[in-house]
């Protein structure tokens, strides 16, 4: 099999069409096949082999997907680097991979060159800005196509998880394909002619529908950096119908002044997904965009999204099924989720117990970690360490994560239930809730807080605003304001470095 194929027959059905654009830079898709052509033959014929490693490390633009699908064809191993790591961590991947060439922008040339001495690799190192044309111009137009196994793998998704130290999903050619099956089996597949925007970094969660807008014909647009009026802008101007943002950029959009000065009206598909989201934030969205509001929940380790709420169950959630807007969804086409007690067993509807996943697009591995790899894929399933609970209906309501669920006085408390509380609050922009050392209960729920522009609110008035939605225990005992929080590489919340100054120095961890 070879995923660039698809390309390939694109090329031939809509060579004249946009299929990138990013900028003042934009690809039909006879170019995008061509480029891809020439870089797969130019990597092979500086010898590198199928199965060697390839690293990117740039902000957004086009070029990358021009990486992808020559990588692809070539029958190469894709380590996108996350832009917004340091070099001691881009060279932890340069060795770990390891990586055979690595491809980056010029704001990252120095990081790039160091991580390189750093890591003691024999890497072929090109410039997008400077070498990297001379590069493509060694390979020919001509069509690559290296045949590899379903289970050879694809792509190393590095990612921290909530533990803080970098590891690889392997997902593989068979995972890649399975996603591919999977997009193009939803309610909002891409469609020929289509608009579909890309915000976040395209090596990661916002790069996931590329394969299957290329496989359908769809153009895709490329935002270089997140700011939200620049997305305004692009909406408005491309008539962008399709795009996916994590809770944190769908928050600046909807708190952004002009918003209502720009026409939207040609989305037909906004996708949230990264994080979680609570349910007040869905119904401003839905009030800001109309019923073109979905969300979706996945990780690298399923290498796409698992469970989902369409457009149209979350405005039948808003118009008249509250506790819906909880939910993350139903399984997606041929994926398998169950809720499990510590023993495995299946928990009983509305039960809270981990999620475990199995399908096609679901990865059996992580890269070189033997250990980690026993503990997490057992028997085909992925434990993802999520906590949640089933309704009788299949729908999915994730409560929290292991890691963050907070301990005090002996009962469970889940940050997220707290955070979807203080959203509902008229003053609150965005919360984060973490358990702190308490000598009394073990941990006491903190929560904190950023108002929204011109909002006022005390902490004895946030608190009690808990107390009457949720049972006393999980009410926050304190209260702090900060003009924003933390965020880490991909635009989650950061609950690590907002818990962290209050761990420090405690004798004992109880979380």
Not at 107 to 126: I, M, N
Not at 304 to 333: H, I, K, N, W
Not at 352 to 365: A, K
Not at 408 to 425: M, T
């Amino acid at each position: 099999m070879n995923l660039g194929v698809y390309l390939t027959r694109s090329a031939r059905y809509w060579p004249d069409q946009p299929a990138v654009v990013c900028g003042d830079r934009h690809w039909t898709f006879a170019e995008l096949e061509a480029d891809a052509n020439r870089l797969a033959a130019a990597l092979l014929a500086r010898g590198l082999r199928p199965g060697d490693a390839v690293g990117s490390l740039a902000w957004n633009r086009g070029e990358l997907i021009v990486v992808e699908f020559a990588l692809y064809k070539a029958g190469l191993l894709r380590a996108p680097i996350n832009a917004r790591l340091g070099r001691a961590e881009i060279a932890h991947i340069l060795g770990y991979a390891p990586v055979r060439a690595l491809l980056f922008d010029a704001a990252h040339r120095e990081d790039a060159l160091a991580a390189r001495t750093t890591a003691e690799v024999d890497c072929l190192a090109v410039e997008f800005e400077n070498g990297y044309a001379e590069l493509l111009a060694e390979g020919s137009p001509e069509p690559v196509c290296v045949e590899v196994a379903e289970r050879a793998p694809a792509v190393l998704n590095f990612t921290s998880g909530s533990t803080g130290s970098l590891k690889a999903a392997v997902q593989t050619h068979g995972n890649r394909l399975a996603n591919l099956r999977k997009q193009l089996m939803s309610e909002s597949r891409p469609r020929a002619g289509g608009r579909y925007l890309a915000c976040g970094p395209i090596t990661h969660a916002a790069g996931m529908p590329l394969l299957a807008c290329v496989f359908a014909g769809t153009t895709i647009h490329v935002l270089p950096g997140w700011d939200p009026e620049a997305f305004l802008a692009t909406v408005e101007r491309e008539r962008i119908d399709a795009t996916f943002l994590v809770p944190a950029m769908l928050n600046s959009v909807l708190g952004h002044p002009r918003r209502a000065d720009h026409d939207l009206s040609s989305l037909v598909d906004l996708r949230v997904g990264g994080a979680p989201i609570s349910p007040q934030r869905l119904r401003e969205a839905v009030a800001a965009f109309g019923p073109v509001v979905g969300q979706g929940y996945g990780l690298a380790e399923t290498t796409s999204v698992v469970a989902g709420l369409t457009a149209a169950e979350v405005a039948r959630a808003v118009a008249e099924d509250p506790e819906l807007l909880q939910s993350c969804g139903r399984a997606g086409y041929d994926t398998e989720i169950r809720v499990v007690d510590g023993q495995g067993r299946d928990t009983a509807p509305r039960d809270i117990g981990e999620i475990i996943v199995r399908g096609p697009d679901c990865v059996q591995e992580y890269w070189r970690e033997a250990e980690l790899t026993a503990q997490t894929f057992e028997h085909g399933w992925v434990r993802t360490g999520d906590l949640a609970w089933m309704r009788e209906d299949g729908y999915l309501f994730i409560v929290d994560r292991r890691k963050d669920m907070i301990i005090s006085g002996g009962f469970n408390i889940y940050s997220s239930e707290v955070e979807a509380v203080l959203d509902e609050h008229p003053a609150v922009a965005e919360a984060c809730v973490v358990g702190v050392p308490d000598d009394r209960w073990g941990e006491a729920v903190k929560a904190v807080v950023v108002l929204r522009p011109g909002a006022e609110a005390g902490e004895e008035e946030l608190i009690a605003f808990c107390a009457e939605r949720l049972d006393r225990y999980k009410k926050p005992r304190s209260v702090d304001f900060v003009p924003e929080l933390p965020h880490n590489r991909n635009g989650k919340l950061d609950r690590r470095a907002v818990r962290e100054p209050h761990w420090a120095g405690a004798a004992r961890r109880v979380n």
